[in-house]
């Protein structure tokens, strides 16, 4: 079956540092690009970045880009969005996606994560 | 500010039809993908490309494009359709970035 699974719940204060990761099962996790997306509480969905694990070429939304880091260990199919310094603004859930690219008009994000909840507070 | 603008919400009969809509100038390149969330639970693919459905997902989904405006139809909503739904595409620099919709909270009365 092919899935994503993300690292548990995590409990932090502001300052501290935190990487998250998401481990792909069922398929060959280098060959597709995984994107990261933020949902803070009660609010919508915003994509936050991309990374093709292939080659680790990332690209980053505008509203995030120096904010976090998105990596990738493609030896054990897994992708992560890192911070090193949180704030209590990052309190949010953090799910990963596939993408699934049809051509230049068309892809999809087809495969999600369960999500990781990160909750800063001091 | 998102490149692409939903209705915060829309309400539909039980059994009625509804359309959901999804704003924004990269959509006469671009195709959108439209995802469903119900509470507490990751984001579901119902509809991407020209109207495409992936396995599982009732064929009362379905999806449409007309200019900088992409649908999703419901065809016959049901109580379990009940839920939040964004839109999703690439953003309009086109240059490996996607950007989602502010979402649509769906109610089916």
């Known amino acids: 079956e092919v899935q994503l699974v993300q690292s548990g719940a995590e409990v932090k204060k502001p300052g501290e540092s935190l990487k998250i990761s998401c481990e792909g099962f069922?398929?060959?996790?280098?060959?597709?690009?995984i994107a990261w997306v933020r949902q803070m509480p009660g609010k919508g969905l915003e994509w936050m970045g991309i990374?093709?694990?292939?080659?680790?070429?990332?690209r980053y939304s505008p509203s995030f880009q120096g904010q976090v880091t998105i990596s990738a260990d493609k030896s054990i199919s897994t992708a992560y969005l890192q911070w090193s310094s949180l704030k209590a603004s990052d309190t949010a859930m953090y799910y990963c996606?596939?993408?699934?690219?049809?051509?230049?008009?068309?892809?999809?994000?087809?495969?999600w994560g369960q999500g990781t909840m990160v909750s800063v507070s001091s | 500010s998102s490149d692409l603008t939903q209705d915060p919400a829309v309400s539909v009969a039980l059994g009625q039809t509804v359309r959901i809509t999804c704003q924004g100038d990269n959509l006469r390149t671009y195709y959108a993908s439209w995802y469903q969330q119900k509470p507490g639970q990751a984001p579901v693919v119902v509809i991407y490309?020209?109207?495409n459905r992936p396995s599982g997902i009732p064929d009362r989904f379905s999806g449409s494009r007309s200019g900088n405006t992409a649908s999703l139809t419901i065809t016959g909503a049901q109580a379990e359709d009940e839920a939040d739904y964004y839109c999703n595409s690439r953003d309009s620099s086109g240059n490996r970035r996607w950007v989602f919709g502010g979402g649509t909270k769906l109610t089916v009365l």
């Open positions: 069922g398929y060959s996790f280098r060959n597709y690009w």
């Open positions: 996606a596939r993408l699934l690219d049809y051509s230049t008009w068309v892809d999809v994000f087809d495969i």
């Open positions: 990374i093709y694990p292939g080659d680790s070429d990332t």
């Open positions: 490309g020209k109207n």
